[in-house]
């Protein structure tokens, strides 16, 4: 599975951005898929999912302001981003795999998903 994400972008605190990230194949209808954030120094840190059945989970960081979705083909995730903060800013990685989400939010983590994009950069000025 190849994954390209698109998207990124500088904007204001405040401001909006979408990022797209565009499977080879379709995997959505089994598959868990997750938005990603890492900072210069910081481990990969999980923001949002879709699991298996389709429900979506969040970080508390981005609840209310980011929104994960896939389109109706499920070959593309999306990421909704609202409310931009500069503590958003960072590297954006979508990926995905067949069993991540089957423990829950709590149990995710980047180690459990196989597939990874390549990543988009967001930075959020003040």
């Known amino acids: 599975v190849k994954l390209v994400e698109s998207g990124g972008g500088s904007v204001q605190a405040g401001g909006s951005l979408r990022l797209s990230c565009a499977a080879s194949?379709?995997?959505?209808?089994?598959?868990?898929w997750g938005w990603f954030r890492q900072v210069t120094g910081k481990e990969r840190e999980l923001i949002a999912f879709?699991?298996?059945?389709?429900?979506?989970f969040y970080a508390d960081s981005v609840k209310g302001r980011f929104t994960i979705s896939a389109d109706n083909t499920k070959t593309t995730l999306f990421l909704q981003m609202d409310s931009l903060k500069p503590e958003d800013t960072g590297m954006y990685y979508c990926?995905?795999?067949?069993?991540?989400?089957?423990?829950?939010?709590?149990?995710?983590?980047?180690?459990?998903?196989?597939?990874w994009g390549q990543g988009t950069q967001v930075t959020v000025s003040s």
């Open positions: 990926a995905t795999d067949s069993f991540a989400c089957w423990g829950g939010w709590l149990q995710a983590s980047a180690a459990q998903f196989e597939h």
């Open positions: 194949e379709d995997t959505y209808s089994s598959n868990c």
């Open positions: 879709i699991d298996h059945d389709g429900r979506p």
